[in-house]
Structure formats: C-alpha cells, structure tokens
C-alpha cells in the first residue's frame, strides 16, 4: 500500500466535490442528526437521567451507521459503472489502490464533517454539568474508527454492486448483521467459543470499549485491520473485473 | 508503436476478439471497421487496460499492456464508446480534474486546458454542467479530455456518433491534424469516416480481422473490382450477352435493367488484363466506348465506379454470417 499519492488526492477532491454539490449529502447530513437527537432527547429522554453522559447518544451510532454509511459510499462505485465513467478512471494513469483510497478518503471526510457536526449537542450541554472529556474524546475516536471500517465494507459492496439501490441494500444488511451480531451473542444462550467468535467479528462490540471511555489499543488495532482489508479486497475486485 | 499478436478475448462463453494480429507505427491513422458487437470495442478496452486479454499480447513500445499498466495508461489518451463524463461537473472542473489526474504539472494546466478547449470548441460551454449539454458538445468534450495530455498515442472509440454533419467535419479534420504527430486508433461503423481519415483499416468481424491494408490495398486484394454503368439506346436486342470479348478483352455483363426510358441499363465488369496487372481504367473505357460503337448502339451515359471501402465491407461481412 502505497501513501497518499497526488492522484489519490485528485481523486478525493473531485469526489468530495461532486458530493457536496449533491442535495443527497446535506439530507444525509440532516437524518443523521436527527435520528441521533430524537433518540438522544426523546426516547432515551437524556434530560431525565439525570447524568451528565454521552453514552446514550453514540449507543445508537453503530444502528445509525447501517443507514447513515451505505448511503454516503452507494453511490462511488455503483454510479461510476452505471455512466461509464469507471472506463475513464481505469484508463487514466491511477493505480487500484490510488482509486480506492481516493474515494475512501472522500468518504470519510463527509463522514466526520457529520461527526463534527453532532458537537453542537455535547457543545450545548456541557453548560450543565460535570461531562467527562476524556470519555467524549474516547467516544469521538471509536465512532470515527467504527466509520472507517464501515464505510470500507460499504465502498466494497458498491464496487461490487451494478447501481446504488443494491449497493445500498446489500450495505444495510451486511452492516446490521456485523453491526448487531453481537446482539445475538446476549439474546440466545451459545457456547461460549461461539459467543466469543461471534463477538470478536462484531463491529459493534468492539465499539463498545470507546462508547465507556476506554481507548483499547487492541479494538483501534482491530478497526484499522478491517479497514484495511475491506479496502484490499476492493482493489483486487478492480483488478479482476480486467480479467472476467 | 503498437504491437497486438494472437489477441483472443474470451467474456464467459462468448469470443469477442479471436487471434487478431496487427501493428501500428507513429503517425498513423488507423480505423477499426466492422458491424457492432464485432470486437472492435473489445480491442480498445485492451489496448487502454481496461481488460486483459485473455491470450495473447498487446505490446505499446515494447511495454505489455498487463505488466506495465500505469506507463502505458500514461501514453495514451482514450475516448471511451458514448463519451462518458461526470454530469455534475462543469467541462472546466472535469477538464481540471482530468489535468490533476494526469499530473500535467500545475503550472501548465490552465494554458493547456484552454487550449485543448479551443482545438476542441467548447470555450462557450465551459461553465454549464455537462448534463445539459447536447450529444455533440459531450462527445467533443470526451475528446478534449483524451488529448489533454497530448499522448503519443490516441484510442478514439466511435467519435463522431452524435454529432452534426458540420461537427464531424471538425472533428475529422482535427483527427486528421492529431494523426501527424501520434498514432490515432478509431473504430467506427461509418464507412465514410474511414476513408476520410484513416491511413490504414483493419476490417473486423465476428471479432476476427477480415482484411486489413489501405482501402484501396483491400479493394485489389479482395474480390473487389472496378465495374462501369452504361446506358444504352438504339438497335438493341432483348437481353444482352452474360459477357463478351472485344479486343482482346473479356467484360462480364453483371446487370442490366430496362429503364422507364427505354435505355438499358447494364452494369460491367472487366477483371484483369492478360499480363494478371491491373487494368488501366481509361483503356478499359476506351473498349467498352468502342465496343458500343462497333455494335451500332448509342450511349447516353457511361460511368466508372471504382470498388467501394463499402462494397467490400458488405461483401466480407456477409460471407461470415453464411459461413
């Protein structure tokens, strides 16, 4: 793998370009702070705890994200297929790695500008009570390493998709079911090298550790690992559509 | 230079492209012609490493197409079948990504940009979102895009469709110009179109070469002949003769249709002299003048048609699909 090359960097700007033109990217934007917020305010009722945590509001991040990831990465590859454009971006002098980085990178810059704008909530509430920063921090970091991941499995699954409806759906289930299969794990009594199995593939468990605060290098190791793999798996799919 | 042996592309099933064999050297102009769907496409898809070939090799300067990709991606510039482009960008934002993505070094982009944007008129455009812009401005724009970085070599898939007599006059005459410095590769169904540019064809059918050489080097080689269209009056019988030899030379008499006029129309042909040279065309004619003559029959128009790029086209093509 190589660093970020200059074509890497064309390539992410001209994305995050389009996507910010998009109406798409703002109504993204929006669901994505609403659904958090109605859930933080009004059904975890946050000002009824009573305690001055942040812990409900990421709790439903990995949730959000089977929605909220999809529908930022369905279209990078999906479309470029559908117009025709891939045939430009594969005869231009990019290598698969410079492509893939390219719109991953493009991607999760509209990923933390939407984590950047869900400050405004810790922002507003700090005035009221005693917040830990450590733990915010903590959970900043593990909804942006849960992102990376995530959106390197949605960047695959539109790769590999013909347009972005079923790149967006083959994303949601795949995201719910890595998202929540440790949910499994607590609702039915397996064994447990099973549960340990089924846990350890969860994206969502091992989010759990920052959503407490807790910065665990093996869970940030482990993020970091997925990301890349996804990401690998997406250059090979590049390179053997050449070949099919 | 572009070396291209044995290329076999095989997409499940289906053969698009069997053992085609074929070499092109700088400046020149080179036209791909063939029914669709006759691997003409497939062809430029490899070139440009889109896809690999399934077997075979297709060398540019000597660098394999697979091994090499990112230097020969580098050399060349390719305008991809229906001009694809970025609809939600403007030819100026699309044209500067291009650049970035090219690495034409910063300094130069600007100039470089207007002046592919020049050459390729799309100056009034610049600014308007390509979506709203019509067949022909996107397809020049495909074009403007494939020359941005003046590669020596240039891969032009169908680039006239959609545009208007007068665009595809432009567009040909700066194929022509580009031709001079870089090899150009065009395919295309337009017959026309080959004749006007290309230096050399490349028949393709059924995604195997057909003919190949200058189109008049195909004409001679192939079945192709020469033939002249006469009108006669006069003294005629009902049907003339299946041929007949008149000063030493043989004519075949392929047609001949009564008109509304009256005249006859008959079509002839005269194969080769004796010598197995090709026939003079004017002392062809002077025979067949005299021939009319000598028969006592008057002519009210005669005409040499030379063999056509289409005529033989038609004629290869056709002898596949019996086959």
Redesign the interface.
């Known amino acids: 793998m190589k660093g970020l090359s200059?074509?890497t960097v064309?390539?992410a700007?001209?994305e995050l370009?389009?996507a910010l033109?998009?109406p798409a990217t703002y109504g993204v934007w929006t669901f994505f702070l609403l659904f958090n917020s109605i859930t933080f305010f009004y059904l975890q009722k946050f000002f009824s705890l009573d305690s001055a945590t942040l812990r409900p509001y990421f709790s439903v991040i990995p949730l959000v994200y089977t929605l909220l990831i999809p529908a930022i990465t369905m279209k990078s590859w999906a479309e470029e297929r559908k117009?025709?454009?891939a045939?430009?971006l594969?005869?231009?002098?990019?290598?698969e790695w410079d492509l893939v980085l390219g719109k991953f990178l493009s991607s999760l810059i509209i990923l933390a500008i939407a984590l950047v704008l869900t400050l405004a909530v810790p922002l507003s509430l700090f005035p009221l009570g005693n917040f830990d920063m450590g733990v915010i921090v903590s959970e900043y970091v593990g909804a942006l390493l849960l992102g990376m991941a995530a959106l390197a499995l949605g960047l695959l699954f539109s790769s590999l998709a013909k347009n972005q409806i079923s790149a967006f759906l083959g994303g949601v289930v795949v995201l719910l079911t890595v998202m929540l299969l440790n949910q499994l794990t607590s609702l039915m009594d397996l064994p447990k090298a099973i549960a340990d199995i089924l846990n350890y593939l969860s994206l969502a468990f091992h989010f759990e550790s920052f959503a407490q605060g807790i910065l665990d290098s093996r869970d940030m190791l482990f993020f970091i690992l997925v990301t890349f793999l996804f990401l690998f798996i997406n250059t090979r799919v590049l390179l053997f559509r050449?070949?099919? | 230079m572009i070396e291209v042996q044995h290329l076999t592309k095989q997409y499940g099933n289906v053969k698009a492209v069997r053992d085609v064999s074929f070499q092109v050297g700088t400046g020149q102009v080179i036209g791909l012609l063939g029914p669709n769907g006759a691997g003409k496409t497939t062809i430029m898809k490899i070139l440009t490493g889109y896809h690999f070939p399934s077997s075979g090799t297709a060398n540019i300067d000597g660098l394999s197409v697979e091994d090499y990709p990112e230097e020969i991606k580098k050399k060349i510039g390719y305008l991809p079948e229906n001009a694809p482009s970025y609809g939600d960008l403007t030819p100026l934002e699309y044209l500067s990504f291009v650049a970035e993505a090219r690495q034409i070094p910063k300094e130069k982009r600007q100039n470089r940009i207007n002046e592919v944007m020049d050459q390729c008129s799309l100056q009034e455009v610049k600014n308007k979102p390509i979506e709203t812009l019509s067949k022909g401005y996107r397809q020049r724009l495909g074009l403007a895009q494939a020359i941005l970085h003046d590669p020596a070599i240039l891969i032009l898939d169908e680039p006239t469709t959609g545009l208007d007599p007068n665009q595809i006059l432009e567009i040909r005459s700066l194929i022509r110009e580009l031709g001079k410095s870089k090899t150009v590769i065009l395919s295309t169904h337009i017959l026309q179109e080959v004749e006007a540019v290309c230096s050399q064809v490349i028949i393709i059918h059924q995604g195997r070469i057909a003919a190949q050489g200058t189109s008049a080097e195909i004409g001679r080689t192939l079945k192709g002949q020469d033939s002249w269209h006469l009108e006669l009056r006069g003294n005629l019988p009902e049907v003339l003769p299946q041929s007949f030899v008149f000063n030493h030379r043989t004519f075949i008499v392929q047609e001949q249709t009564r008109l509304d006029n009256g005249s006859l129309f008959i079509k002839v042909a005269y194969i080769d002299e004796p010598t197995g040279l090709p026939a003079d065309p004017n002392a062809v004619g002077e025979t067949l003048f005299d021939w009319v003559v000598a028969q006592g029959y008057k002519l009210c128009r005669m005409e040499h048609q030379k063999v056509s790029l289409e005529d033989i086209f038609v004629q290869l093509t056709k002898e596949g699909e019996d086959k």
């Open positions: 200059s074509q064309a390539l700007k001209k370009y389009s033109n998009s117009t025709g454009t045939e430009l594969l005869t231009m002098p990019f290598s050449k070949w099919r």
